[in-house]
């Protein structure tokens, strides 16, 4: 592997992630029993902070949106944007939502339906209410705040200020060349190995998803044994698109991303129960902007349950400790737009799309719950990955609406592999906007070796709650990265 870009932080990060993994294999009790103890502690004694760093970031994206720094390009002045605005949302859409759009899609509202937040009871009109609530909040501004706070650094940096792709040198503005010393070094190596342990568990349980829509649509067992195959085909699919770079590859993908997951969305839409879903839509937006700073900084402190925990701050660690991955996606093909519509482009609009998604899916399950046609909570709290198929398969053509899923499944499945190794490529490589192919096989065969193996071994949610641990002293990470960020716009408008 002779690049001259790879060097120390490739392959400190890379080993470092083998001798996670490794552990997951061969210890994945123990260190499931540490990765547990660990997350309930951040979850019980940190998630004030998460709360509060979380809408700093929403405020923070807004003030740049719409403040003194709106109208300035990411680029030289006169220069126009590298992608369309369709292409560019579908990069965003299928690098930043990825699988989790459509695995919790179904799966969230139904459950917070039967299981809701503390003070509502459950299966009720108020319960439906709520968790379509509930779930635009998690899916919506709080997440890409974080994504657009990241990535607009990034971006600033590389196409304000001709710097590499690198988290670390959004930190330039603040401490200067320092950021060249040990200090950048240690940013991109907790960056990187955050980010392919995130990649590399939401591959193996986007495996089982896969596998248990295909057990419900074909005479399939859903199997260990299934699941290693489809890693392994999905992976010769995702290493074919990285090789042919982010022009090609997974600007094609996204672009037929975008179109099945529009059709599916129609088709469940028409074929559901369109006025009630329609009417849901608008209460959900109504619902979550009319209560969005009580959502925003409510927990649950009087009272023993950890339903806040296990949904709200997992969710806003999660998309911390996927935010370099993301961030640094964003950034990469956000040539070329001006702050306002970078903000736009990535808080705004994948927000609303989000909120639909969930009201068209979810609500569709929930009525379904609601009038007896078919029980998709009861089999969905044990696997959480059939709750899409078995909405599906209670709708005219549902086999081809099944079918559909799970090309879309597939696709994002790829897409978000190929743009993540893309991303660890590029960290890894010095900030090379154009990593070299060798680098982003390694990072690629890691990821889908690492899912086959965690699989096996029964150790994905330890090396999960990992990655969640990791989003702690991450968010802080950010924050400094904000006020660097803010500095640099600021000496630039001089």
Excluded: C
């Excluded at 299934?226 to 074919?240: G, N, W, Y």
């Excluded at 129960?273 to 329609?278: H, M, N, Q, R, S």
């Amino acid at each position: 592997m002779r690049d001259k870009h790879i060097g120390f932080v490739f392959y400190v990060s890379f080993i470092i992630v083998i001798a996670l993994v490794l552990a997951g294999v061969f210890m994945p009790e123990t260190l499931q029993a540490w990765s547990s103890t660990a997350l309930s502690w951040v979850q019980r004694s940190f998630s004030w902070f998460y709360m509060l760093v979380t809408t700093f970031f929403v405020v923070m994206a807004l003030f740049l949106g719409f403040g003194p720094y709106r109208k300035m390009r990411l680029g030289k002045p006169d220069e126009e944007p590298e992608y369309s605005f369709y292409t560019w949302i579908g990069l965003i859409f299928a690098g930043g939502m990825g699988v989790g759009l459509v695995f919790y899609g179904t799966a969230e509202p139904i459950l917070h339906y039967i299981n809701p937040p503390p003070g509502t009871e459950a299966e009720t009109a108020e319960a439906a209410r709520t968790s379509l609530q509930y779930s635009a909040f998690h899916w919506a501004l709080q997440p890409w705040a974080i994504y657009a706070t990241v990535g607009l650094a990034i971006a600033f940096i590389k196409f304000r200020e001709g710097y590499p792709v690198l988290l670390s040198q959004a930190f330039r503005p603040l401490i200067g060349d320092r950021v060249d010393g040990l200090a950048g070094k240690v940013i991109n190596i907790v960056a990187v190995i955050t980010t392919a342990i995130g990649v590399a568990t939401t591959f193996g349980l986007s495996a089982l998803q896969v596998s248990g829509g295909i057990s419900e649509v074909f005479p399939v067992p859903n199997s260990t044994a299934t699941q290693l195959i489809i890693i392994a085909v999905i992976s010769v699919l995702f290493m074919i698109s990285a090789l042919s770079g982010v022009n090609k590859g997974i600007r094609y993908l996204s672009m037929i991303n975008l179109a099945v997951a529009g059709l599916l969305l129609l088709a469940v839409l028409v074929l559901g129960p369109t006025a009630f879903l329609f009417e849901s839509f608008t209460t959900a937006i109504g619902s979550y902007l009319g209560n969005y700073l009580e959502l925003s900084l409510t927990l649950a402190p009087y009272s023993d349950e950890n339903w806040f925990g296990e949904w709200t701050i997992f969710f806003w660690a999660w998309g911390i400790s996927w935010a370099p991955y993301v961030g640094t996606f964003i950034a990469r093909v956000s040539r070329g737009r001006t702050i306002q519509e970078f903000i736009i482009g990535v808080l705004a609009v994948p927000s609303l799309l989000g909120i639909l998604w969930f009201t068209v899916f979810g609500g569709t399950a929930m009525d379904m719950q609601m009038n007896g046609v078919a029980d998709i909570a009861g089999p969905s709290q044990e696997n959480q990955e059939l709750a899409l198929f078995l909405m599906l398969q209670n709708l005219p053509g549902g086999l081809i609406l099944s079918v559909m899923a799970l090309l879309l499944i597939i696709i994002f499945f790829i897409t978000s592999a190929d743009s993540a190794s893309y991303v660890l490529s590029t960290l890894t490589s010095s900030g090379a906007i154009t990593p070299g192919k060798t680098v982003r096989l390694a990072w690629g065969l890691l990821i889908a070796a690492t899912a086959a193996a965690l699989l096996l071994s029964g150790g994905l949610q330890a090396l999960r709650s990992i990655a969640i641990i990791a989003a702690l002293p991450f968010s802080i990470i950010i924050v400094v990265m904000a006020f660097s960020l803010l500095k640099g716009l600021r000496r630039d408008k001089q």
